[in-house]
């Protein structure tokens, strides 16, 4: 069955304190895999679209990467605003229908000041 | 930018009322697509349309149908809405290539009582 799990559920940071989240999916075959940010009572802000492993994909102090299993969001020198729940979802191969994705449940990301 | 607007942020409606929900995008994207997130949950695909007058069931049709007379615009409609459609309710937009990203509005919150 595809699946998509993010880790860890809820990371509590220091200003500065570098760190990484993981989404580690498990499909028949990747068309893509996406990135979001979600801020508490809006909807979800695209960040980056992964197609292949090896990719690399970089905006301010995100970096994200993606192998044959799984893909991180490493997050260098973190700020307060960068507070939220970042999404992560896959598009595979073999579904019923080539537009849905999986989404994973998220992970909370807290940058104490 | 990619913009899409959903037509209100709040909604407080009674249990057996018939419930429109509206969603515009700007960036004549052919695809659209409903989604509820509800905590524990995560986002769950309600309908999509990847064409004026197409739809295309989700993982969670029951009790809801949409309609898609205009390119820029889709609608949820909750046919007698219950308490358990209460819920955010995300509308989102790309383009038709199966790789590309959804936009995302910010969402409506609605409350059934």
């Known amino acids: 069955e595809d699946q998509v799990t993010q880790s860890p559920e809820a990371l509590r940071l220091q200003e500065g304190e570098s760190s990484s989240l993981n989404c580690s999916y498990t499909?028949?075959?990747?068309?893509?895999l996406f990135w979001y940010r979600q801020d508490p009572g809006k909807g979800p802000e695209f960040l980056f679209t992964l197609y292949s492993a090896g990719e690399e994909k970089e905006k301010e102090r995100l970096k994200a990467t993606l192998t044959k299993k799984e893909s991180f969001l490493h997050i260098t020198a973190p700020k307060p605003e960068d507070s939220a729940t970042y999404l992560c979802?896959?598009?595979?191969?073999?579904?019923?229908?080539?537009?849905?994705?999986?989404w994973g449940a998220g992970t909370k990301l807290i940058i104490k000041p | 930018d990619v913009k899409v607007t959903q037509s209100s942020r709040y909604l407080v409606k009674r249990t057996g009322e018939k419930v429109f929900l509206e969603c515009v995008q700007d960036m004549d994207h052919e695809n659209m697509f409903w989604y509820r997130q509800d905590p524990g949950l995560g986002l769950r695909l309600i309908y999509f349309?990847?064409?004026?007058?197409?739809?295309e069931k989700g993982d969670i049709p029951e009790g809801y149908s949409v309609s898609r007379e205009k390119k820029e615009r889709f609608s949820l409609i909750l046919e007698s809405a219950s308490t358990n459609q209460t819920s955010m309710y995300l509308c989102a937009s790309s383009r038709r290539a199966v790789d590309q990203p959804q936009h995302f509005g910010d969402g409506t919150r609605l409350s059934i009582l």
């Open positions: 979802a896959v598009q595979a191969t073999g579904r019923g229908s080539n537009y849905q994705l999986i």
């Open positions: 499909v028949s075959g990747l068309r893509g």
């Open positions: 349309s990847y064409d004026v007058k197409m739809k």
